[in-house]
């Protein structure tokens, strides 16, 4: 009989069910695991939460040892563009960026309204900075402050137009050695000789009408033309910050053992004090923190909590994400919130992957319909609230899926994805019903199931709104943020232009994300908490697997891996006693 089954057996025939009413159960003895190793603390998971977590529980001389699911390091973290949204941060200030604790509450306060409670409002904005600190002196990532990328409700109070977030700087993989070949691979890959920051994403999309454009791509190359006569292994985005804090594990002497999933919390004396894997028991003398990610690809955990339609499809998150941290709280007790949300994005479901659509929505000369031929929503607006839209309107207004309209003139003018202007789409694309292409708007409506008349009147009345660079329909442009991923050189409105060339193409929209949001209940110290508030001893959480700070919103680029780090440093800090 398997270490697992003998314990889970061991709860299955009531073990411990009082304790289990009570909220903490009793699994195996320690006599039943075969033992692998005691630390001070186990931590679940190698994402941006669970490496932070680990590398202060290290730089406070406590052993720590990562338990990694995947054959890889990084998790979403390292798909990701890894912005990084913390107000007054040393990067921000450093850049002159205008931003005080009081705006910052302000805005906070304003984004989240009252889903989540002000002790952890104010432990996200209080220990945020610091832990950017405290990752620059104890690991090579530098930042870079993200010019320009609004805050995505720059219009409430202590808004910033011009932003918040940061990203990392360049890396050099090489400093990791042969533990390299472990990083996760990113959701899409750089094209070959270049060096591109997330930030640059906005200028190369323009490169082929804008001057700026064109120097951003000769700049993104003469980076990579640097790196290559250095013979460096250049890292941006989400591979730098993953790798900056894996070098900042191996220099601490930090462990991550890969290919170790969590099967069960272990717990000794109603404290939670290790982790079972499949392989026996790692020990924990003071706790063990889960940044184990979320359940977006745990089909039934979707279905259990979120609406319809949903999968598993569609999401970008790493794909050892099921909720594992999550369930086995859970199964002692812990209390979870914000399960039916996510990250959200609309993506295009590509044959190979989905496409977590940014600026191709946003970009003037296009608009998105529903299923009835009519706009419904700002289309530039933040991505998550597409979607919240999306699944509001959908069971009395279809809109699931949704699809993006464009013309000639907009593939003539701006990259898709990695599509460059004027070049053909990918024949795939069009027979998997991702794409659709045809000469008149009756032809393309028929091709999308969509009523002729009602697609011809919403790009009429689209098209005389463009003309006149106003939108009061849904007020695509009325927010800063609405221009980011627009064309400046499109007047009076960036984010408006007719559609008038033909072919036209309909790209399928769907409800996409980054992750999901919900997860265990945690206070203001990152502690689990029950659903009567007390605390689950010895366990905590941060990142996805923990119900996130930002609530039902998104304050800004980087509002996921921004507070998974900070609660993952205040996770370790607290266990260190030095919170």
């Given amino acids: 009989m398997s270490v697992t089954r003998r314990h889970l057996l061991a709860v299955g025939a009531g073990a411990g069910a009082a304790a289990v009413a009570a909220g903490v159960q009793q699994g195996a003895s320690a006599a039943d695991l075969p033992p692998l190793g005691t630390y001070d603390i186990v931590v679940i998971g190698s994402g941006a939460a669970g490496m932070t977590a680990a590398l202060t529980a290290a730089k406070q001389g406590l052993s720590t040892v990562v338990l990694e699911k995947a054959p890889t390091f990084g998790g979403s973290a390292a798909r990701s563009g890894a912005g990084i949204w913390i107000p ?16 910052a509450a302000a805005y906070l306060a304003a984004v989240v309204g009252p889903d989540v409670p002000a002790a952890r409002q104010r432990a996200f904005l209080a220990h945020g900075p610091a832990m950017i600190s405290f990752v620059l002196a104890n690991s090579p990532l530098r930042f870079r402050w993200m010019e320009g990328y609004s805050d995505y409700y720059p219009e409430l109070p202590g808004g ?41 994403y906005k200028w190369l999309a323009l490169s082929a009408v804008s001057v700026k454009g064109a120097a951003v791509a000769a700049e993104c190359l003469a980076r990579g033309t640097k790196a290559a006569l250095l013979g460096q292994t250049p890292l941006t985005m989400g591979q730098s910050l993953a790798a900056g804090l894996r070098k900042g594990l191996l220099d601490a002497g930090v462990p991550v053992r890969l290919n170790t999933p969590l099967t069960e919390l272990y717990v000794e004396n109603g404290t939670v004090a290790g982790a079972v894997t499949p392989g026996g028991l790692y020990r924990a003398r003071r706790g063990v923190i889960v940044g184990s990610g979320g359940f977006e690809h745990n089909a039934a955990m979707r279905a259990q909590y979120q609406r319809q339609p949903i999968g598993t499809e569609w999401t970008v998150g790493a794909k050892e994400n099921t909720g594992d941290g999550i369930r086995a709280g859970q199964r002692l007790g812990a209390d979870v919130a914000l399960m039916d949300d996510a990250w959200w994005g609309p993506a295009i479901p590509l044959p190979d992957e989905p496409y977590f659509c940014l600026a191709e929505r946003t970009l003037p000369g296009g608009l998105v319909v529903n299923a009835a031929g009519r706009r419904f929503v700002n289309e530039a607006a933040p991505y998550s609230d597409v979607v919240h839209t999306m699944y509001e309107r959908n069971p009395t207004d279809p809109d699931i899926p949704a699809w993006l309209i464009v013309d000639q003139n907009y593939r003539n003018r701006y990259l898709f994805r990695d599509i460059a202007p004027t070049f053909v789409l990918p024949d795939d694309w069009y027979g998997s019903g991702a794409a659709h292409k045809a000469w008149s708007f ?27 660079g106003d939108d009061p329909d849904f007020g695509r442009g009325d927010s800063a943020y609405d221009h980011y991923y627009t064309d400046p050189s499109v007047l009076p409105n960036s984010c408006l232009a007719p559609l008038w060339l033909p072919p036209y193409y309909a ?11 919900g997860g265990l209940v945690t206070d203001a110290g990152a502690r689990v908490l029950r659903p009567d508030g007390s605390v689950v001893p010895g366990l905590y959480a941060a990142g996805n697997a923990s119900a996130a700070v930002m ?10 891996i921004g507070p998974a780090m900070t609660f993952g440093y205040i996770a370790a800090r607290d266990l260190a006693g030095v919170l």
């Fill in 442 to 468: 009756d032809a393309l409506a028929a091709s999308i199931g969509a009523p002729a008349t009602a697609l011809r009147t919403t790009v009429d009345r689209f098209n005389s709104l463009a003309l006149k």
């Fill in 160 to 200: 910033l137009p011009n932003g918040r977030s940061i990203e990392p700087d360049q890396l050099d993989g090489k400093i990791l050695g042969a533990e390299l070949a472990h990083l996760n691979p990113p959701y899409l890959d750089v094209p070959a000789g270049l060096v591109v920051f997330s930030a640059d």
């Fill in 551 to 560: 609530g039902h919103s998104y304050a800004g680029a980087g509002s996921t």
């Fill in 88 to 103: 007054n941060n040393p990067v921000l200030l450093a850049a002159g960026v205008p931003d005080t604790p009081a705006k």
């Fill in 507 to 517: 790209f399928r929209l769907v409800p996409g994300d980054l992750g999901t949001k």
